[in-house]
């Protein structure tokens, strides 16, 4: 089936710093992928959506300055978030529709999510 | 944009009984309807999902339904098991629901 491996799973960092989180299709092609934030008891929602080759889309009151995605191989999206204060903390989960048992069922396939904590 | 809502928020049943979580969306281009299954501080897991050109779909004790012209689907779990418990969340498309958390007692 189709894998999403996301990186750091965990990361700590201080207020003013910028962050990077790298999300990756292993076993298959992901010209679109998906970004989520989760607040501790709450959904997931949607920030962004990262398109290969071009611009991400994001959501209604979702900072793009603030939240950079970067698409820039097949295989490969980054969310960077740039001077992060305590708020930014959160569950960061990336997410690809791909394929499994070796057919595009239209899955959406997840990464194992990245905690950011800032202090 | 795509806004999905999701009820109970919370639910308890007795073990052996059966649960039902309900979701209305409201893009009727949307297509694609799965369930998800999350624990805590783990990624969600797909435990069904629905096609717009189905109105029904069943996986052993895990079934779900989909009314496209009043823009909701449901989710019904029975004989509900310990192991159910967990939160659950339907999603149109990509976009989540808010999420139900099922207890079940034993």
């Known amino acids: 089936g189709a894998v999403v491996s996301q990186h750091p799973s965990w990361v700590i960092c201080k207020s003013g710093t910028s962050v990077k989180i790298e999300c990756r299709s292993l076993?298959?092609?992901?010209?679109?992928m998906f970004w989520y934030r989760q607040f501790p008891k709450q959904s997931l929602m949607l920030m962004a959506t990262s398109n290969e080759g071009s611009k991400a889309t994001y959501e209604q009151g979702v900072e793009k300055d603030k939240f950079l995605i970067n698409h820039a191989s097949l295989t490969l999206s980054t969310l960077t978030v740039t001077s992060a204060h305590p708020e930014d903390s959160s569950f960061y989960i990336c997410s690809a529709f791909g394929l499994a048992g070796g057919a595009d069922t239209g899955e959406l396939f997840f990464g194992e999510g990245s905690r950011l904590t800032v202090l | 944009g795509e806004n999905v809502e999701q009820h109970p928020s919370t639910l308890s049943v007795q073990e052996g009984d059966s649960a039902v979580i309900k979701c209305t969306y409201s893009d009727s281009a949307s297509n694609y309807f799965p369930w998800y299954k999350q624990e805590l501080g783990k990624r969600p897991q797909l435990i069904i999902d629905?096609?717009?050109?189905?109105g029904e779909k069943k996986d052993q004790r895990i079934a779900v339904t989909l009314n496209k012209t009043a823009k909701h689907f449901s989710l019904h779990i029975t004989e509900t098991q310990p192991e159910d418990s967990a939160v659950y969340f339907c999603?149109?498309?990509?976009?989540f629901g808010t999420g139900t958390k099922l207890q079940v007692i034993p």
């Open positions: 999603a149109a498309e990509v976009t």
């Open positions: 629905i096609r717009s050109n189905v």
């Open positions: 076993d298959f092609q992901a010209t679109t």
